[in-house]
């Protein structure tokens, strides 16, 4: 059973071998947060599993990716949401309301986006993000057709794409290891909006 000194099902030994790079890593997403977020605990046990999962995220950064880091915590809510995945909705739950001072559309997306005041372009992207999660192989032309109307060029539609499938992913793996939300991301972002964050 997961408990605070390990929030995963796992006994998965630290071999404590971070080189420079990820322990710097590490450093910037402590201070950024003010703690180490439970999936940071999960992943450092090891400089290479680390490192493998933070190249395909930073891709997904990129400045030339055709979405707003906004619009990238949005996908990554409704994934998790779809996906049921508890850890997920609450961590991002929280980044989003720190980005956007939005309490009630994190709720929505955490719940039902179907329900939430989006702008066509938003609605469009979330569409197309569930069905990229429960029937891909039914995407077709309309369905890219109908991201390309709502603003996104084809390399948008390939970065929506890859953050659908990244967090997808992610959400497997912290439900599998059994991985426990930080109690401070349920408070994140209640309050009076602060200057966002990273």
Known sequence: MPDEERPYALDIKDRDNLDKEMTSFVRGIE?????VPNYLKFFKTDNRRLRAFIAPYMELLRADS?????????IAVVCAATNGCFYCTTHHGAVL???TGDVV???YLSRNYKLADLS????AMLDYVV?????A???DDDDR????????????IWSVTSTACFYSSANRMSQAVGLVPDRPFFDMGRGPKEEAQG
């Open 105 to 107: 559309l994190a709720e």
């Open 137 to 139: 192989e039914a995407i």
């Open 31 to 35: 201070r950024r947060y003010g703690f």
């Open 145 to 156: 057709e109908r991201m390309r109307e709502a603003g996104f060029d084809d390399e948008a």
């Open 97 to 99: 309301r720190e980005k």
């Open 131 to 135: 069905k990229v999660l429960t029937n």
């Open 66 to 74: 055709g979405i707003s880091d906004v619009e990238h915590e949005m």
């Open 120 to 123: 066509d372009r938003h609605r």
